[in-house]
Each structure stands twice: as structure tokens, then as C-alpha cells.
């Protein structure tokens, strides 16, 4: 009777067990589907998704953002103070140092805040197309990247010149420097201060020429981009080469060439891939994902 019982007990306990593991099994599965398995209106995986949700609602980015252009007016009053202090230390003609001060900000992602353009496109099922981002360009609706506002204005008060660099096409323009105003960016009708795309022949995507024409009569003493681009030219190389230039660059980082975050889209995105646009996105997708430095458990 008693080993009766305790065979019961057993048998009990083994099927607990059978179902405790299964039941393990079954929260693990919960907490790692497969990704290639969608259940009833599930949404479609996104690539933009993660990126855009952090650009409109984590604290940590408006922390990242905010920390950079924190650290911009420290760095602003230091190059001030400092006659020599130049970000384009090869584009400076002899006596620079007695020009007036200028910055140079790239817009978007920088202090213009696309998100919502984003977010129309992964709730769509969109991509990127000329025809959706002129309208949105166009349309002027962009916010600020926080930090930025309050920056710009600063340095507009100390007497320093603020010109926005984009790669925006000069068919929007009016619709960027009607946003930009409108959230209260320093920008001065005296000048051309917001300078796009196509504007002049020599005034491309590649932002040089325009670096240097600021540099012709300001002593520029900062640049801001979320780009590779907004700082160097050969920014469309191979991700080993672009590691290149960012090490010959280094002592600009974190002094007078200031990061914005922007995990959505860039230059750091397109190289994983060439370059090569004529590639669908599950192409891109699969370049990627070649390129990823994976941990190889034993
Ligand atoms: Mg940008």
C-alpha cells in the first residue's frame, strides 16, 4: 500500500515535471517566436520600427540629444574664446581668424525631427520615395530635436552666424525655411542661410563645396550632422573605409564636429549594402545581415 502510494506519488510527481518542462518550453517559445511565423493580424517586422518608436518616445534619445548639444555650448564658448579655433581647419584662408564666427548644422535628424514622416511609412507599409518625402519636406511640419532649439538661439545671441547645410532639394526650400523659422530656429534673411541641393550647379549632395563657401567669409567654428556626410566628403565608402576616415578625423569628435544620433537611416546604413539601391529591400536586408559580427557558442 505505502510503495503503492509512493508510486502514485511518483507518477504524480513525473507528470508535474513533464508539465512544469513543458510548460517552460511553452513561455520560452512565448518570449521567442519564430520571426518568420506570423500569427492572425500580426503586423509585418518593420525595419524602421524600432528606430522610428525610439526617435518619438524614449527618453534616451531625447537624453542623447539633449547631451550633445549640452556639451555644444561648452564647446561653443571655448572656440570663442579661442581665435584660432576653426572646425574646417583645411578650408580657412590665412587670417581666418579675424572673420566673423559662424556654425554649420545639417537639418534633418540634426534639428529637424522626421520622425513622424517615419512613422507614416511603417504604418503604411511604405518605403522612402522622392514623391513622399517632397511632400513631407514641402509641407514644413517638422519638429525640433530637442536641444537643438535652444543651442541655435544661444549662439545667435553671442553673435554667431547659423547656417543650415541640408541635403534637402531646393525644391522645398521655402517649406524648410518656413519650418525652421516657424519652431523659432535663428535664421538670418540677410543671408542665405538655409543652403539645398541644386541651389547652385556645384552645390550636391556631397556638402564640401558649400563648407567651403561659408569658410570664405566666417570663421566656422563648429559643424553638427547625424551623417557621416555633414562632416567629410569621402563618406560613401565601404564600412572599413569609412572607419578610416573617421580615425584620421579624431581629434574633431566630441571638440568641434558634434553626432546626432540617428539609427533610422544614413550613410551607415546604405554602405552595409554598397550603395546599391537597385537591390530590393530583402536584398539590402540579407547584405546586412552577411555583415553581422555573431557570437558562435562551443
Ligand atoms: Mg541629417
Request: with cysteine.
Amino acid at each position: 500500500m505505502i510503495r503503492v502510494t509512493f508510486g502514485a506519488a511518483k507518477t504524480k510527481f513525473m507528470i508535474c515535471a513533464a508539465a512544469l518542462a513543458l510548460s517552460a518550453c511553452a513561455t520560452m517559445y512565448d518570449s521567442a517566436p519564430d520571426a518568420n511565423k506570423l500569427a492572425a493580424n500580426e503586423p509585418a517586422p518593420n525595419d524602421l520600427l524600432n528606430a522610428t518608436l525610439w526617435l518619438q518616445q524614449a527618453v534616451e534619445y531625447k537624453a542623447t540629444t539633449d547631451s550633445v548639444y549640452a556639451l555644444a555650448h561648452v564647446r561653443l564658448d571655448e572656440a570663442l574664446n579661442d581665435p584660432k579655433w576653426t572646425a574646417l581647419p583645411d578650408d580657412q584662408k590665412p587670417g581666418y581668424e579675424s572673420l566673423p564666427t559662424a556654425i554649420i548644422l545639417d537639418a534633418d535628424e540634426t534639428v529637424l525631427d522626421n520622425s513622424p514622416y517615419q512613422a507614416m511609412l511603417v504604418k503604411t507599409g511604405q518605403t522612402y520615395t522622392d514623391a513622399s518625402w517632397t511632400a513631407w519636406a514641402g509641407a514644413g511640419q517638422a519638429r525640433a530635436v530637442p536641444g537643438a532649439l535652444a543651442f541655435t538661439r544661444a549662439a545667435a545671441a553671442k553673435g554667431v552666424t547659423v547656417f543650415y547645410v541640408t541635403n534637402r532639394n531646393v525644391n522645398v526650400d521655402e517649406g524648410t525655411t518656413r519650418n525652421l523659422k516657424e519652431l523659432g530656429f535663428p535664421v538670418k534673411d540677410s543671408i542665405n542661410a538655409v543652403m539645398t541641393v541644386g541651389e547652385k550647379p556645384e552645390w550636391t549632395s556631397k556638402k564640401g563645396t558649400r563648407r567651403a563657401e561659408i569658410a570664405e567669409n566666417y570663421r566656422v567654428l563648429m559643424l553638427f550632422g547625424d551623417n557621416l556626410g555633414d562632416f567629410v566628403d569621402d563618406y560613401k565608402g565601404s564600412p572599413a573605409a569609412r572607419q578610416k576616415v573617421y580615425v584620421t578625423n579624431e581629434g574633431h569628435w566630441g571638440r568641434d564636429w558634434l553626432v546626432l544620433p540617428n539609427p533610422g537611416y544614413g550613410s551607415w546604413e546604405s554602405s552595409a549594402f554598397g550603395n546599391d539601391y537597385s537591390l530590393t529591400p530583402g536584398q539590402q536586408r540579407a547584405r546586412k545581415l552577411e555583415q553581422l559580427k555573431g557570437w558562435a557558442p562551443e
